[in-house]
């Protein structure tokens, strides 16, 4: 049950830690003047009248950094379980990690070459 | 006797033996440890921000908060009575729901780390079997606090500001987990306590400086602190992510940063510096938190002068050096470090079983990484130096060309 | 039926949040809600996977769903703006795919769920925690030439391949 | 104690919405989305099962572990074939993507 019992502790810390933050902006909520109108709840775009939609397009250089991002965590699930038992292990498990490692840098060469790490 | 593991452990059957009842006693004893622990870090930013203000009003020859209480050390408690009574703008364009989520995950994606951060031998919130991977895993909802703040804005710059955070965040989160992986392999644990008693002998540091290097690098730019600190670029972008905020919404985006700055620097103590160990500390697990903080303090100072004084880089150049630079070095480095300590077990220069707290029989070992480690470190300058040498070339020739460039050129 | 413990509560809650965060997903308007709806949603399966005794693969589910898939996502819904708010969520075929769904639960009803309800069924009781394998196990299998070594490399292959794909798809070869 | 057939409850639910929202909507990102609740459902299954039914061996969360490879994969490629389309077409709406209708 100890496991359970850790996990408790980390749910109370939610909820606690939850409240910590709500706690000064209630404060906040109950002291602070409104006067909203409708000049000052325009969006601030450095003194400039707002033009066009906000969501404007982006260019796929982010979208390119999250893959690759998303591609090294998901490795992260092999790889943390294989450097804990590491010690355990015998040299074939270095070879197998040494391949996983490689075949994944592999990917990052070719982004590289392709230029697809490059900030434009 | 019962084995003093965590701060739960050592009080519920304090409670049962007075005659609570178990259960109660439990949720007591876990709802005190999670205000103890809770209330460090948000006590402490107050102490955090008065030295980080104190210590850049030094570097830039002024004398910084001084009127608030001695020193100035109130400044903040007024600083955050101001904020709680300003008015709260919420742009009307807002999508208030997530507009008003985001300070609070934020703050709580930094405060929840410290449930498992190790004070002493005796006091941590928790000494979870994952800790290191727990660490990780919130601190990647920080981003998503950047993401919301600045969507919910309906702000171009906001936007602008959240794609560039996350871009950063996510970006450098890769090497900072590879450099993790070293510690886990040598000490074979994911348990924050096993971590800080797998230095007891050696600290990692001295094992393996570079990894050390990587993972206070990419905390530098995980807290957004100088010279990564594009999250509040003032001067490309008017502020980043959290433009539209204000009072104590912004006031708990503050906070949170200033937070994660300090519990970065507290994570690092704890996976490379041996967190609470120091002589004396089995006799006195009290003496845990002095060594723990003192530790904390003496690399925590060192990014605040640097924060007061190096300027800020492009973000082109951010992205590179992370990408063509600590990525491959990391990956790199996990392998040579792996190799080279199944070389030292095959080789039995790790220390024998009962003896891995013992400073000598750590030697062998330690001996083997460092080699690896210098001659990295030696191979990593030398392409520095020759890459920067050809960048400097490439620059001048650039700029040579574009002098004559209005004159016709000779010749040829 | 169940007593009520606080795990049983938990699980409560950890559904709450996967049910309603999966309905929010296949409702919700706007994509960027949808993205934070299914955020909320794996959150649940998160807590699932703590009360099953797999932290290990909570906090992946954490780190890799809400730190990375999710992020990509949103940053995928950024990429195709205007497409952010169309007037109609819903194909045609809508209440047909309802009807589809509703076969398909019950058709899992029976097929999954009856035969481990009751007495016939699996041991419905969970097992004790001692007996739980741990990461470390999870570790020595993958790199077991016997156990799980192949699928371990190939997973890396196809790592390398989304990736090299997905650069090259995605990238606008116009510039 | 909860017992086995509620966590293949949640999941079965889980699935059953994850496939409506494929089959029902219109958006590409959102049936991606949907497509993650069904993987996640997945999981679930796997590891309640591996909980339940042979908790010493590895098994369960091994295969877990791949079902987040593919996510990933799924996520990642599906993502940037939407990004392409969007590109050339100016449309995520599945039905507008009759490229290779005669």
């Given at each position: 049950m100890n496991l359970i019992n850790e996990w408790a502790f980390i749910g109370v810390f939610l909820a606690v830690a939850w409240v910590l933050p709500v706690l000064p902006l209630v404060v906040s909520w109950v002291f602070r003047p409104r006067k909203p109108n409708a000049l000052k709840l325009a969006t601030y775009e450095s003194g400039v009248e707002t033009v066009g939609d906000t969501w404007v397009q982006f260019k796929v250089q982010y979208y390119i950094y999250g893959l690759v991002f998303l591609i090294f965590d998901v490795e992260l699930i092999f790889l943390f379980p294989w450097a804990l038992a590491y010690n355990q292990l015998d040299f074939f498990a270095f070879g197998a990690g040494l391949l996983f490692i490689f075949l994944l840098a592999d990917a990052l060469i070719y982004a590289w070459r392709k230029n697809a790490l490059e900030w434009t | 006797m019962e084995q003093c593991i965590n701060v739960i452990e050592t009080l519920a059957p304090c409670l049962v033996a007075s005659g609570t009842d178990p259960g109660l006693a439990q949720f007591i004893s876990i709802l005190l440890g999670v205000l103890l622990v809770t209330i460090f870090p948000l006590g402490g930013v107050i102490i955090f921000i008065w030295i980080e203000r104190k210590i850049a009003a030094r570097v830039q020859d002024r004398v910084g908060p001084?009127?608030?209480g001695p020193y100035g050390l109130f400044q903040n408690v007024a600083d955050a009575l101001k904020l709680i009574t300003k008015e709260d703008i919420t742009p009307a364009a807002a999508d208030r729901l997530i507009y008003n989520f985001a300070p609070i995950v934020a703050t709580l994606s930094v405060i929840m780390i410290w449930a498992v951060i190790p004070f002493s031998p005796v006091h941590i919130g928790v000494d979870l079997s994952i800790g290191v991977l727990y660490f990780v895993a919130i601190g990647s909802i920080g981003t998503l606090a950047f993401m919301m703040a600045g969507w919910a804005s309906n702000n171009k710059y906001a936007l602008l500001g959240a794609f560039r955070v996350v871009a950063q965040l996510v970006s450098y989160e890769i090497p900072m987990v590879l450099a993790l992986l070293v510690p886990v392999l040598i000490?074979?644990?994911?348990s924050m306590q096993e971590m800080v008693q797998a230095q007891l002998g050696m600290w990692f540091v001295v094992m393996m400086p570079l990894s050390a290097l990587i993972f206070y690098i990419s905390n530098l730019a995980e807290t957004g602190r100088?010279?990564?600190?594009?999250?509040?670029a003032e001067s490309e972008l008017?502020?980043?992510?959290?433009?539209e905020y204000s009072g104590m919404k912004f006031g708990l985006f503050m906070a949170s940063e200033f937070i994660h700055a300090f519990t970065a620097n507290a994570l690092f103590v704890v996976i490379f510096m041996g967190g609470w160990a120091g002589p004396g500390v089995e006799q006195f697990p009290a003496l845990g938190f002095v060594y723990f903080l003192g530790k904390t303090m003496l690399i925590y100072i060192p990014s605040l002068i640097l924060r007061a004084t190096v300027p800020r880089v492009r973000i082109d150049q951010m992205m590179n050096f992370n990408w063509k630079f600590l990525v491959p070095l990391s990956i790199i480095n996990v392998l040579v470090m792996a190799f080279l300590f199944k070389v030292a077990q095959v080789l039995s220069l790790t220390p024998p079983p009962g003896l891995e707290t013992d400073f000598i029989a750590n030697l062998p070992l330690t001996a083997v990484l460092l080699a690896g480690n210098i001659v990295m470190i030696i191979g990593v300058l030398t392409v520095l130096r020759n890459t920067g040498r050809r960048e400097r070339l490439e620059a001048e020739a650039r700029r040579a060309d574009d002098v004559r460039a209005p004159a016709p050129t000779m010749g040829r | 039926m169940i007593e009520l413990g606080p795990q049983s509560v938990a699980f409560l809650f950890f559904s709450v949040f996967a049910l309603g965060g999966a309905l929010g997903v296949v409702t919700s308007r706007n994509l960027m809600h949808g993205a934070l709806y299914l955020i909320l949603s794996l959150f649940g399966v998160a807590g699932f996977f703590v009360l099953l005794s797999a932290p290990f693969l909570a906090a992946v589910q954490v780190l890799v769903y809400i730190g990375a898939i999710a992020i990509l996502f949103i940053f995928a819904v950024m990429l195709t703006r205007?497409?952010?708010?169309?007037?109609?969520?819903?194909?045609?075929q809508w209440w047909l795919s309802a009807v589809v769904s509703l076969m398909l639960l019950a058709v899992l009803l029976v097929g999954v769920i009856l035969p481990v309800w009751g007495e016939g069924g699996t041991n419905p009781n969970m097992p004790s925690t001692d007996l739980v394998a741990t990461t470390v196990d999870l570790g020595v299998a993958l790199v077991d030439g016997d156990q799980y070594v192949l699928p371990f490399l190939v997973s890396s292959l196809l790592l390398t391949a989304a990736m090299i794909g997905a650069i090259v798809v995605a990238r606008d070869d116009t510039e | 104690m909860v017992p086995l057939w509620m966590f293949l409850l949640v999941a079965a639910a889980m699935f059953v919405i994850g496939a409506y929202g494929v089959m029902a909507r219109r958006n590409a990102i959102a049936i991606l989305l949907s497509v993650e609740l069904m993987l996640n459902a997945v999981n679930i299954n796997l590891v309640a099962f591996w909980r339940y039914v042979t908790p010493e061996n590895m098994s369960g969360q091994a295969f877990a572990a791949f079902v987040f490879v593919i996510a990933a994969a799924e996520a990642a490629i599906g993502l940037a074939i939407v990004i392409a389309i969007y590109r050339s077409r100016r449309s995520v709406v599945v039905e507008d993507v009759n490229l290779l209708r005669g």
């Open positions: - | 001084n009127r608030v000490a074979g644990t994911l100088a010279p990564f600190d594009l999250l509040e008017v502020a980043g992510y959290n433009i | 205007g497409m952010t708010r169309l007037t109609e969520t819903l194909n045609r | -």
